[in-house]
């Protein structure tokens, strides 16, 4: 069972920044694919960015040139830099864990991302 907490989340204004970030309990966290996600209010669920074990990332289309994701494999952390946010930014974002070898994934409890016009 791996454990995900995200911290981070806030309220900006548009064209402003945030940082979210994620620890996991992940023993052998290298491995996973990591990624973020989010889901506003009677929307489904996105892919934000994806980070790979090698440091491939992956990036929707919406926050593309916008948001940059990292990990740190020795601190067991993900984070996702927000830049030039917009209000359809808002939302509760989610950090995901993906094992590949056993194709399992594990969530976050989310953080509020609001960002104001």
């Known amino acids: 069972q791996v454990q995900l907490v995200e911290s981070g989340g806030g309220l900006v204004q548009a064209g402003g920044s945030l940082s979210l970030a994620c620890v996991a309990s992940?023993?052998?966290?290298?491995?996973?694919?990591m990624g973020w996600y989010r889901q506003a209010p009677g929307k489904q669920r996105e892919l934000v960015a994806t980070i790979s074990s090698s440091d491939d990332t992956y990036y929707g289309d919406a926050v593309k040139g916008r948001f940059t994701m990292s990990r740190d494999n020795a601190k067991k952390m993900v984070y996702l830099q927000m830049n030039s946010l917009r209000p359809e930014d808002t939302a509760v974002y989610f950090c995901?864990?993906?094992?590949?070898?056993?194709?399992?994934?594990?969530w976050g409890q989310g953080t509020q991302v609001t960002v104001s016009s």
């Open positions: 992940a023993s052998a966290f290298s491995i996973y694919v």
């Open positions: 995901n864990a993906h094992n590949p070898y056993f194709s399992v994934n594990y």
